[in-house]
């Protein structure tokens, strides 16, 4: 009965290791050396930017909140930053997350809307357009979104 069945090739259990156990192994070392490496990183570049604290100083949170460090708790790790004149936000230290560089806009703001529709000179610009163009073309413009 049991005479026909034949012995299959099994292979040996050796003792040794093979090498994709081995490179298995260099790889999670690698994937593990590098996460520990960015973490230590980003807290670097976090403590650098909380170095820089001060009152007067604009930051943004890492919500997306702009605003100004009025005061630091460091006992209780909070930021109490102005928002806009009056209205103050109190945010965990962490959250502060950029120094906001104030940028350098030297363009002046008019202080009504003529200079919107002004030519250089400070004359209004006229138009060559009737009543009738401009209804005529205000409705093919609304055509094209048919």
Not at 83 to 98: C, M, N, W, Y
């Amino acid at each position: 009965m049991f005479g026909n069945i034949t012995a299959q090739a099994q292979p040996q259990a050796g003792g040794g290791i093979d090498i994709m156990t081995i490179l298995l192994f260099v790889m999670l070392g690698i994937f593990i050396f590098m996460m520990f490496r960015r973490n230590k990183k980003t807290q670097q570049q976090q403590a650098a930017i909380q170095s820089q604290f001060a009152p007067g100083v604009e930051v943004m949170t890492s919500f997306g909140l702009f605003g100004r460090i009025v005061s630091i708790d460091e006992q209780e790790n909070k930021v109490v930053l102005e928002l806009s004149p009056g209205h103050l936000a109190t945010v965990h230290r962490q959250a502060v997350t950029k120094i906001v560089e104030p940028t350098a806009d030297t363009t002046p703001v008019p202080d009504d809307a003529s200079s919107l529709t002004a030519d250089a000179d400070g004359s209004l610009p006229t138009t060559a357009e009737t009543q009738d163009d401009a209804a005529k073309r205000s409705n093919d413009e609304g055509k094209k979104d048919i």
